[in-house]
């Protein structure tokens, strides 16, 4: 195959979802922020983040959305650092309880790229209690480990791994991937602005949030991360999208990760389809590919972009980079044949045979297709921290 020419193709066809993402700073977005089109006044957390992160990838100046994600985010933010993960120009949507740990993520690659890091000592002490009130609220002693508010918080809508469980109550893997993620961003953003001591403490953190992950999430006898139930100390079992998160930040051996990339995330049984990855595995028993986005959008079995482009990343940490290329390959099918046939993407497809699901009109974290085969082929990971 010809990569040049299928990343010109898809590069021509995605051209068209730049015109509706970007708005203009609005009372208490104070900076332009990014929207997933269509109607959307709102900033969404991971939306805006890994669409700030694309057009970043696409352009160093274009790192200003990434600076701009994160402003809006911490000047929103309570004293104690309480922020919802959706800002409206009215302010907070209780919707999504607090933003996702990827603040500090943000803050990091926008200072990278604009190679600017005088703002971040000026707003250290909001990020850092941005970052903490995870530590201070959504923490569990027992494991040293973290929890979501709710599986709506996580974005994964309506995972079964973290679904109609009590609030607080499921120490998830894709929460502790993220949070490990922030902790190695605050240890190099502390550096860079001289504060040593910082430095350091969210580097034994990072460590040890790395340490029990793989002590109390990690099955050595499954070959795969697991959520845990605290009221009993056990296993969720569920083969879901979170379960591979880890992968992205490369947190397993080669030996382990090669044992659940191949029974599981590329084993056609559990999560490979003719379409992508599956969010759910196809053998449980609540898998299936149900157009729904209210009450919650579903991630019980649909093909997922923004999944697949986290999947991508960890089998390229891994050394799949055919594997990776093939899936690259099959998300940009479904793209392309959603923008010729409907005009538009959408936010998730039926993984039997490919079809448009929920959301019409979607773009979001959809353009980090824009340039995914381009950074496959030139070894490039625009979030790497």
Same mark, same amino acid.
């Given at each position: 195959?010809?990569?040049?020419?299928?990343? $010109?193709?898809?590069?021509?066809? %995605? @051209? !068209?979802?730049? *015109?509706?993402? +970007?708005?203009?700073?609005?009372?208490?977005?104070? &900076?332009?922020?990014?929207?997933?089109?269509?109607?959307?006044?709102?900033?969404?957390?991971?939306?805006?983040?890994?669409?700030?992160?694309?057009?970043?990838?696409?352009?160093?100046?274009?790192?200003?959305?990434?600076?701009?994600?994160?402003?809006?985010?911490?000047?929103?933010?309570?004293?104690?650092?309480?922020?919802?993960?959706?800002?409206?120009?009215?302010?907070?949507?209780?919707?999504?309880?607090?933003?996702?740990?990827?603040?500090?993520?943000?803050?990091?690659?926008?200072?990278?790229?604009?190679?600017?890091?005088?703002?971040?000592?000026?707003?250290?002490?909001?990020?850092?209690?941005?970052?903490?009130?995870?530590?201070?609220?959504?923490?569990?002693?027992?494991?040293?480990?973290?929890?979501?508010?709710?599986?709506?918080?996580?974005?994964? $809508?309506?995972?079964?791994?973290? %679904? @109609? !469980?009590?609030? *607080?109550?499921? +120490?998830?893997?894709?929460?502790?991937?993220?949070? &490990?993620?922030?902790?190695?961003?605050?240890?190099?953003?502390?550096?860079?602005?001289?504060?040593?001591?910082?430095?350091?403490?969210?580097?034994?953190?990072?460590?040890?949030?790395?340490?029990?992950?793989?002590?109390?999430?990690?099955?050595?006898?499954?070959?795969?991360?697991?959520?845990?139930?605290?009221?009993?100390?056990?296993?969720?079992?569920?083969?879901?999208?979170?379960?591979?998160?880890?992968?992205?930040?490369?947190?397993?051996?080669?030996?382990?990760?090669?044992?659940?990339?191949?029974?599981?995330?590329?084993?056609?049984?559990?999560?490979?389809?003719?379409?992508?990855?599956?969010?759910?595995?196809?053998?449980?028993?609540?898998?299936?590919?149900?157009?729904?986005?209210?009450?919650?959008?579903?991630?019980?079995?649909?093909?997922?972009?923004?999944?697949?482009?986290?999947?991508?990343?960890?089998?390229?940490?891994?050394?799949?980079?055919?594997?990776?290329?093939?899936?690259?390959?099959?998300?940009?099918?479904?793209?392309?044949?959603?923008?010729?046939?409907?005009?538009?993407?959408?936010?998730?497809?039926?993984?039997?045979?490919?079809?448009?699901?929920?959301?019409?009109?979607?773009?979001?974290?959809?353009?980090?297709?824009?340039?995914?085969?381009?950074?496959?082929?030139?070894?490039?990971?625009?979030?790497?921290?």
């Amino acid at each position: 195959m010809n990569y040049n020419q299928e990343i $010109d193709k898809i590069k021509q066809a %995605l @051209n !068209y979802t730049y *015109k509706g993402i +970007i708005k203009p700073a609005n009372k208490a977005l104070k &900076y332009d922020y990014l929207v997933p089109a269509g109607p959307y006044t709102e900033q969404w957390d991971w939306d805006a983040f890994f669409m700030a992160g694309a057009l970043s990838s696409q352009g160093i100046k274009n790192a200003i959305f990434l600076k701009n994600w994160s402003l809006n985010y911490i000047l929103n933010s309570q004293e104690n650092g309480k922020v919802a993960g959706c800002i409206t120009p009215e302010g907070d949507d209780p919707r999504l309880n607090q933003m996702k740990p990827l603040l500090a993520q943000g803050v990091l690659l926008a200072s990278k790229y604009l190679q600017d890091w005088d703002w971040c000592k000026d707003y250290w002490g909001k990020i850092q209690k941005i970052v903490n009130y995870r530590f201070d609220h959504f923490w569990v002693e027992k494991y040293d480990l973290g929890v979501w508010y709710d599986s709506m918080e996580s974005g994964a $809508d309506n995972n079964v791994a973290s %679904l @109609n !469980y009590p609030n *607080k109550s499921v +120490i998830s893997v894709d929460f502790n991937t993220f949070m &490990y993620r922030e902790c190695k961003a605050m240890s190099q953003i502390a550096d860079k602005v001289g504060l040593a001591k910082d430095s350091t403490w969210y580097t034994q953190k990072a460590e040890k949030i790395k340490e029990n992950m793989l002590k109390y999430l990690w099955s050595e006898e499954d070959g795969i991360f697991w959520n845990l139930d605290i009221s009993n100390g056990e296993y969720i079992k569920r083969i879901s999208y979170s379960c591979f998160l880890p992968l992205w930040e490369d947190i397993l051996s080669s030996h382990q990760a090669e044992k659940t990339i191949k029974n599981y995330l590329l084993n056609t049984d559990h999560l490979l389809s003719d379409y992508g990855i599956r969010t759910l595995s196809k053998q449980d028993i609540e898998y299936n590919n149900i157009n729904m986005i209210k009450p919650h959008s579903n991630w019980q079995g649909p093909i997922w972009p923004i999944a697949n482009y986290l999947h991508i990343q960890g089998l390229l940490n891994y050394g799949f980079t055919k594997e990776a290329i093939e899936i690259c390959l099959k998300i940009h099918n479904l793209l392309l044949q959603d923008i010729q046939k409907s005009g538009g993407m959408h936010e998730n497809y039926d993984a039997e045979n490919g079809q448009p699901l929920a959301a019409p009109n979607f773009i979001s974290w959809n353009i980090l297709f824009d340039n995914c085969l381009n950074e496959i082929i030139n070894n490039r990971q625009p979030f790497e921290i």
